[in-house]
């Protein structure tokens, strides 16, 4: 007989391949592979009792949070398309995480000071012009050693390539190059980039 672990594993297991065929089939962007597994493996190891994402989509990667947290960890998730956040909420319900997840609709800039603080992780994965914005409002909220995974932070080889970005990405490429040198101030953050995928950052605060 399968023991209750074993059943929220396997639980979890297909509601997030189904949520992959959604987000394929609805051209819902969700987080890559390596860089999923990445961050579970950070989640894993940190086991944080406090999760805050921006960034939910349909709620996949929240999930994958959840099940690489304590059984007990809090997450809130910040999503400011009411479409995405209603579909997140049906996804979620179908889990056994739905009682530790919290999603909020909105701007997340606008939100970041009604989400309360100690965090000890924080998913960055929205709009890519705002994370120096998100940068600045979160790291008063996180805990000491806590910790930023920031997906998406070479956004196609254009972050760190000498050649000019196309005109039309040229104030995202700025501010996420904005966003690394902030997190590589070694007084504040250790960070890494991961290149996998679309390059995921990960910072610990040191303060
Ligand atoms: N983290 C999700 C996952 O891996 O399953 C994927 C998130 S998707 C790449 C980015 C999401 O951020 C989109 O659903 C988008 O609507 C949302 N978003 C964009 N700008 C936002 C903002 N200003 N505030 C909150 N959410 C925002």
């Known amino acids: 007989m399968q023991n209750s672990q074993q059943g929220k594993n396997n639980q979890i297991k297909e509601l997030l391949a189904e949520m992959e065929e959604y987000a394929y089939f609805n051209h819902v962007p969700i987080i890559k592979k390596p860089a999923a597994m990445i961050l579970s493996d950070i989640t894993l190891s940190l086991q944080p009792q406090n999760v805050l994402e921006i960034g939910t989509a349909i709620g996949y990667s929240t999930l994958l949070l959840a099940s690489n947290s304590k059984p007990d960890t809090r997450i809130i998730t910040l999503e400011i398309d009411e479409e995405r956040a209603r579909t997140a909420d049906i996804f979620i319900s179908k889990s056994p995480y739905r009682d530790n997840i919290k999603i909020i609709t909105g701007d997340a800039a606008s939100i970041l000071d009604k989400v309360g603080k100690n965090f000890d992780l924080v998913f960055i994965d929205a709009a890519k012009g705002q994370y120096v914005k998100y940068l600045k409002l979160v790291q008063p909220l996180l ?65």
């Open 143 to 207: 805990n000491s050693r806590g910790i930023i995974a920031a997906d998406n932070v070479l956004f196609r080889g254009y972050v760190e390539s000498a050649e000019k970005p196309p005109r039309r990405y040229k104030t995202i490429v700025r501010r996420l190059r904005e966003y690394i040198r902030l997190i590589n101030d070694e007084t504040q953050f250790v960070s890494k980039i991961y290149y996998e995928g679309d390059g995921l950052a990960v910072s610990q605060k040191q303060i």
